[in-house]
T-cell receptor, first 113, second 112 residues
Framework: AQSVTQLDSHVSVSEGTPVLLRCNYS??????LFWYVQHPNKGLQLLLK??????LVKGINGFEAEFKKSETSFHLTKPSAHMSDAAEYFC???????????FGAGTTVTVRA | DAGVIQSPRHEVTEMGQEVTLRCKPI?????LFWYRQTMMRGLELLIY????????DSGMPEDRFSAKMPNASFSTLKIQPSEPRDSAVYFC??????????FGSGTRLTVV
């Protein structure tokens, strides 16, 4: 079975400062890992994905995430937050065994001017 | 590519009525997923298909819910009869294996 734990339900940052969203996963097989973003009343947009290639994954809008197998983590970072980054972020795991997605509970990001 | 297309975007219906949500996946994708999002439960997988065949429907909450995929370009999620607790945003997603899951914009269902 696979699961994801997002360690922070809410993160508040000032514009221009770094953002860190923490995610730990468990998986019985080789996992694929994703980060999705959801702006208010919008659908889910893929930020980036890890599928057993490079452990440092670069995504859209300046986000990146590092896969650390020893720590079972896949934290999302951005060096400088922008007001448009205010949204909810989901860490997602998929076992290559069955391709189902398991979502974390989400982290709400607030960006202060 | 137009992405995953869901219709309608919004649906308001009375309790007891039948509701049908529609999804057109991306051409060439072999997996299709239906998710439900609520404040209380977050995102829940309801059912998923591989090559039009239902693989896992263990997330379907009750017999009132049913889903079909008659061909590679169309899927429906039906609720009959609908109840107020079914109010949620329903997302459809498609993928080619694990190479990239694309979500539709969702259908916001309100049952009054």
């Amino acid at each position: 079975a696979q699961s994801v734990t997002q360690l922070d339900s809410h993160v508040s940052v000032s514009e221009g400062t770094p953002v860190l969203l923490r995610c730990n996963y468990s998986s019985s097989y080789s996992p694929s890992l994703f980060w999705y973003v959801q702006h208010p009343n919008k659908g889910l947009q893929l930020l980036l994905k890890y599928t057993s290639a490079a452990t440092l994954v670069k995504g859209i809008n300046g986000f990146e995430a590092e896969f650390k197998k020893s720590e079972t983590s896949f934290h999302l970072t951005k060096p400088s937050a922008h007001m448009s980054d205010a949204a909810e972020y989901f860490c997602v795991v998929s076992d290559t065994n069955d391709y189902k997605l398991s979502f974390g509970a989400g982290t709400t990001v607030t960006v202060r001017a | 590519d137009a992405g995953v297309i869901q219709s309608p975007r919004h649906e308001v219906t009375e309790m007891g009525q039948e509701v049908t949500l529609r999804c057109k996946p991306i051409s060439g994708h072999d997996y299709l997923f239906w998710y439900r999002q609520t404040m209380m439960r977050g995102l829940e997988l309801l059912i998923y298909f591989n090559n039009n065949v239902p693989i896992d429907d263990s997330g379907m909450p009750e017999d009132r819910f049913s889903a079909k995929m008659p061909n590679a370009s169309f899927s429906t999620l039906k609720i009959q009869p609908s109840e107020p607790r079914d109010s949620a945003v329903y997302f459809c997603a498609s993928s080619f294996r694990t190479y990239g899951y694309t979500f539709g914009s969702g259908t916001r269902l309100t049952v009054v």
